[in-house]
């Protein structure tokens, strides 16, 4: 698989607090996306990237904003965390120009009491 | 708006037979499909890609098959062992679109 790592793996945060959460990776894909996945509602995109500066709205976007200032890095923020946010957060990458594997990095399980 | 649904949700089936997992969307104006499985707290990994244009891939045991005009594909186990265990999900992506839009994952058990 890909070169993909996100940090932290695991998070315990209040309610009211933000919260970043980063994904590396070493592949020089174009796109980066990040997802939640909740029992019952499968993975859900929140937001992704299609190149250095260049973000968009997934399905879930509210309550969340990215940054993405290197090809490398693409940062998740939730701006004021709420216990609707625990959840496990995955981000994925694939390179695009016809090549479109996406692969997925380990996760990141995020509580908010 | 394209949806994509697995089922069932949920298959148990003894250690060495051959298996199929369905997976339906509802567009058959897809780019290509992706074929993933996700062990309990872990990522997803990658197991197979078909493009569009393409009918199957093959990746050792597994074998994926796609057929647009039906909007389904099937992913053949074979012989399959305790390690197959794990969920697996399928996703596709349309043309133009940057997003994949995955199903809810079929959860696996091959009984010892």
């Known amino acids: 698989d890909a070169g993909i790592t996100q940090s932290p793996r695991h998070k315990v945060t209040e309610t009211g607090t933000p919260v970043t959460l980063r994904c590396h990776q070493t592949?020089?894909?174009?796109?980066m996306y990040w997802y939640r996945q909740d029992p019952g509602h499968g993975l859900r995109l929140i937001h992704y990237?299609?190149?250095?500066?260049?973000?968009d709205k997934g399905e879930v976007s509210d309550g969340y904003s990215v940054s993405r200032s290197k090809t490398e890095d693409f940062l998740l923020t939730l701006e004021s965390a709420t216990s609707s946010q625990t959840s496990v957060y995955f981000c994925?990458?694939?390179f695009g120009a016809g090549r479109n594997e996406q692969f997925f990095g380990p996760g990141t399980r995020l509580t908010v009491l | 708006k394209q949806e994509v649904t697995q089922i069932p949700a949920a298959l148990s089936v003894p250690e060495g037979e051959n298996l199929v997992l369905n997976c339906s969307f509802t567009d058959s104006a897809i780019y290509n499909l992706q074929w993933f499985r996700q062990d309990p707290g872990k990522g997803l990994t990658s197991l197979l890609l078909i493009q569009s244009s393409q009918r199957e891939q093959t990746s050792g045991r597994l074998n994926a098959s796609l057929d647009k005009s039906s909007g389904r594909s099937t992913l053949y186990i074979a012989a399959s062992q305790p390690g197959d265990s794990a969920t697996y999900l399928c996703?596709?992506?349309?043309?133009?679109?940057?997003?994949?839009?995955f199903g809810k994952g079929t959860r696996l058990h091959i009984l010892p």
């Open positions: 592949e020089n894909h174009r796109y």
């Open positions: 994925a990458s694939r």
């Open positions: 996703a596709v992506s349309e043309q133009g679109d940057d997003k994949i839009i």
């Open positions: 990237s299609y190149g250095v500066k260049d973000t």
